[in-house]
């Protein structure tokens, strides 16, 4: 991504390159929209770009004309924003860290209405306790905890517990590893417990997913 920008600093001249996007992030960005969307790919866009324009203009809107859910704004190591949150929201490094997120590697999973979000945060935690290379206590562990509370949870086999568990283990990988690997299973599990704590709350209710006959987590 560095090297494609160059041609077009070299055209345009730097300053005027730096003028396409914000004051303090100027330039072009790549952003890769995935998930329920009916234009998924990658495009080149001005950093400060808004979201919910990305979503709705570039990549044409939700699937089925249904509702946005949420979004992972910059790849599955990011904090979760809800549809609510990213009214005007400029996708840019300090407006993303202003609305509790990060712009990370500007890859944008899209979900609709449909969306169970603890398979989601499942499909997360099973990427990252895969990833871990074990060196770490917090991280090795915390992954494996995750995962495996998660994939019973979502089973309907989980307990009241279980959300202030998962909230605990993340906190207690957050800022206590190594590499920045802990961080980035942790954040997006500790912004799903907290949003969409409903949800859980749903299972434990049914003992089953609500959604599970609706919609896979996302694809």
């Known amino acids: 991504?560095?090297?494609?920008?160059v041609p077009a600093i070299f055209l345009m001249g730097a300053e005027a390159y730096a003028r396409l996007g914000t004051p303090k992030n100027g330039g072009t960005r790549l952003f890769c929209l995935s998930g329920h969307i009916n234009r998924p790919?990658?495009?080149e866009l001005p950093m400060g770009f808004p979201l919910d324009r990305m979503i709705q203009e570039v990549g044409g809107g939700i699937q089925g004309g249904k509702k946005l859910k949420a979004v992972i704004p910059g790849g599955s190591s990011c904090p979760v924003l809800k549809a609510e949150e990213i009214a005007n929201l400029p996708m840019d490094f300090d407006s993303l860290a202003k609305a509790g997120s990060m712009l990370g590697s500007g890859g944008v999973v899209v979900m609709d209405e449909d969306t169970c979000m603890v398979k989601a945060?499942?499909?997360i935690e099973r990427f990252y306790a895969h990833e871990s290379c074990?060196?770490?206590i917090p991280c090795r562990e915390g992954t494996a905890w995750l995962k495996a509370l998660l994939t019973r949870f979502h089973s309907g086999e989980g307990i009241p517990d279980d959300p202030d568990t998962a909230l605990?283990?993340?906190f207690n990988i957050l800022g206590k590893t190594l590499c920045p690997l802990g961080d980035a299973a942790a954040l997006p599990a500790i912004s799903i417990l907290k949003k969409f704590r409903n949800e859980f709350e749903e299972h434990l209710t049914l003992g089953a997913c609500p959604f599970e006959r609706k919609a896979l987590a996302f694809p």
């Not at 991504?1 to 920008?5: A, M, R, V």
Request: aromatic residues 12%; contains cysteine.
């Open 168 to 170: 605990d283990v993340s």
């Open 1 to 5: 991504e560095t090297l494609s920008n």
């Open 41 to 43: 790919g990658v495009y």
């Open 134 to 136: 074990g060196w770490c």
């Open 121 to 123: 945060l499942l499909r």
